[in-house]
T-cell receptor
Framework: DVKVTQSSRYLVKRTGEKVFLECVQD?????MFWYRQDPGLGLRLIYF???????EKGDIPEGYSVSREKKERFSLILESASTNQTSMYLC???????????FGPGTRLTVT | GNSVTQMEGPVTLSEEAFLTINCTYT??????LFWYVQYPGEGLQLLLK?????DKGSNKGFEATYRKETTSFHLEKGSVQVSDSAVYFC????????????FGGGTRLMVKP
């Protein structure tokens, strides 16, 4: 079974803190994605990566950055957390041109 | 651009009731269509898919037909169970135009015993 794991299920941070969200997949997938999930808005793509050290902006990249130093790991970074970044963050991965994405369980981030 | 519109929830049904969750889309190319499901406390998982017009995707008693003429992909199940309580997301990908999923807003289904 494909497994996508995320470092924390719940996280509480203060405004202005630097926040790291980690995602690891164990199936040698080329592509990895970060989404945020908000009620009524579905999932919105923040960033994605199709190879090590490669990254592309998604629909809502402002306030976020990413890092992919190893194929299995994709990190989302909030340089200076703000309250409007309180959300559920979901990581996903897939292989090559496959359409199916495999999702992690999500990290619920609260910024106070 | 591409967009997916789902009926707003929550949808509350009694066990064994018939389920329909509406999904319509707009797309600049020729999409493949998906339904993903998110059970409480979990990530999304693919429920079913259809890659061309008139295809029917089916899984776990759920089914959806790709209707190009009405740009729709409604999810149906003949008899829901309490264990079907979850959030359902309709999504599309434009083939040969990248690997990006466009999601609808999600519909929460609550099934009561």
């Amino acid at each position: 079974d494909v497994k996508v794991t995320q470092s924390s299920r719940y996280l509480v941070k203060r405004t202005g803190e630097k926040v790291f969200l980690e995602c690891v997949q164990d199936m040698d997938h080329e592509n990895m994605f970060w989404y945020r999930q908000d009620p009524g808005l579905g999932l919105r793509l923040i960033y994605f990566s199709y190879d090590v050290k490669m990254k592309e902006k998604g629909d809502i990249p402002e306030g976020y950055s990413v890092s992919r130093e190893k194929k299995e790991r994709f990190s989302l970074i909030l340089e200076s957390a703000s309250t409007n970044q309180t959300s559920m963050y979901l990581c996903a991965s897939n292989k090559g041109h496959s359409y199916e994405q495999y999702f992690g369980p999500g990290t619920r981030l609260t910024v106070t | 651009g591409n967009s997916v519109t789902q009926m707003e929830g929550p949808v509350t049904l009694s066990e064994e009731a018939f389920l329909t969750i509406n999904c319509t889309y707009t797309a600049t190319g020729y999409p493949s269509l998906f339904w993903y499901v998110q059970y409480p406390g979990e990530g999304l998982q693919l429920l079913l898919k259809a890659t061309k017009a008139d295809d029917k995707g089916s899984n776990k008693g759920f089914e959806a037909t790709y209707r190009k003429e009405t740009t729709s992909f409604h999810l149906e199940k003949g008899s829901v169970q309490v264990s079907d309580s979850a959030v359902y997301f309709c999504a599309l990908i434009i083939r040969n135009a990248g690997n990006m999923l466009t999601f609808g807003g999600g519909t929460r289904l609550m099934v009561k015993p």
